[in-house]
């Protein structure tokens, strides 16, 4: 056995235990072992959103022979950079900005403002909430997008917005929460995501929005169907509870400009048709627009409004507003009624509160000095309003379904004939045959495209003349202007001799003899 004292003397200090332990920390202040390494924009949003544990372990060689491990500090919580709106949340904190802008209560034009506030409050006490309890984080970019999805869903139509920012998009039709088409201005019917988390999300949004319009509407099991004016020239019309799923239909009005020229343009109708129908209007004829559904009868209703002078003070008396004719600035003076079904129970009196029908709006009219007044669309009672509105001799204008001309008749007469029993058929025929002058009709189809989509063509079919006449049928129709079956442009056929007098206010009589094929 070798002498302990020779083996010691043959050690290298170096190795033993007592300098291979890793030096105390001193005490006090020391310098940190933190560097910043400079990373491009794009390096950092990757180290960023990079999900990383609650930490690593990284070797520090302290010499060449020996490395030291030390605890490398991490963030606690991964940065969500991206990633699709939480609607349940925004749904939830819908209530909660509602309520704060509720007990705000501010002026009808700082609201918007006051709501963007509430929005930005809210939302960043949502994000401190979610980063203490350990949850994803929002970035400014997240947390814009929920900020916008907010204010859709408190001011404007929530997760249907960006289907009226849209101008390429003429219809939406829904039938249950995830059976959503949106229907193109080509006639192209498109398939589209999911606008609610279910059916009952979506009665609950649709109720929460018609009670917030600046005149209140109920949606309930009690008042089952809705009707309103969108933002964007759009309207909706809803119905539940009565259906086998919610059913939602929005349409958007996107010709608010065109006249008569733009819709020959468009192919509408002839040059010839086009200079009737203004000067019928400058000479105050009251005119029917008569189409089944989607055949553009606001458009052209509209675009007949534009022959107007700039002069004439009109009037427009509305189930929901859809002429907006004070947008175009076109004419000087343009008064706007909207009827309003009112909310809450049937009083005493048998109305409900802040109910204002198309009657009423008809005799405030008659106190507003008007020259011209339209009656929007007539589907049932508005009829009496326009029966009255054409009596009046200022001339008129109004909407109403139907697939002919003539069939246009047989529908106002109905109409009529059901408000009561003060009007009967007589009476109804008798008033269409004094009062109206001229009915337009419209029609649509789509067409195929070479590349596979659809193209949907809207023309004036049918252009009749209406006066006393037949006692059988209670009236005489002339055709004037007609579409030979197959085509898709009415030409002229027939003018009545008491017209004759609209060469005066521009219509073009020499090209419609030609066109005819006659010759004065």
Known sequence: ??????????????????????????????????????????????????????ATTASVPASASSPVERRVPVARVQRALSGEVDWDLVDRLRERVSAELSERDPDPAEREDVGREIIALVLEEESRTATSQGL??????????????????????????PYLD?????????????????????????????VASSDQQLIEYLTFMAAHQPRPREFSEAASKLHLSLPNRARLFASAWVTSRPTVIIRRNRLVDAGLRELVALGSLSSVAASFLSAAVQARLSLVVSGDQGTGKTTMLRALAHELPAHVQIGTIETEYELYLKDTGDHQVVHEWQAN???????????????????????????????????GEVRGSEIVTMFKCMQSGSGSMSTTHARSAEGAIRKLVTCATQEGANITREYALNVIAEDIDLIVQLQVDSEPQPDGSWRKRRWVSEIIAVEPGEQAKGYAATTIFTAAPGTRRATAHLLPERLRFLAGFGFDLAGFNAERGTVE
Not at 183 to 192: F, K, T
């Open 1 to 54: 056995m070798s002498d302990p004292i020779e083996a010691a003397a043959g050690l290298d200090p170096a190795t033993l235990a007592l300098f291979t332990q890793p030096a105390a920390e001193p005490r006090g202040r020391s310098r940190g072992r933190f560097r910043m390494i400079p990373t491009t924009g794009a390096e950092a949003e990757r180290e960023d959103a990079s999900p990383r544990p609650a």
């Open 136 to 161: 994803v984080t929002w970035t400014l970019e997240h947390q814009a997008r929920l900020a916008r999805a907010l204010f859709d869903a408190v001011f404007r139509l929530g997760r249907l917005q």
């Open 166 to 194: 849209d101008e390429s998009i003429e219809n939406v039709i829904i039938s249950g929460f995830d059976n959503v088409l949106v229907e193109n201005s080509d006639g192209a019917l498109v398939p589209a995501a999911p």
């Open 341 to 375: 079904p009112g909310s809450g129970e049937i009083g005493l009196n048998g109305r409900r509160a802040g109910e204002y029908t198309v009657r009423e709006a008809l005799e405030d009219s008659l106190r507003a000095n008007l020259s011209y007044t339209i009656v």
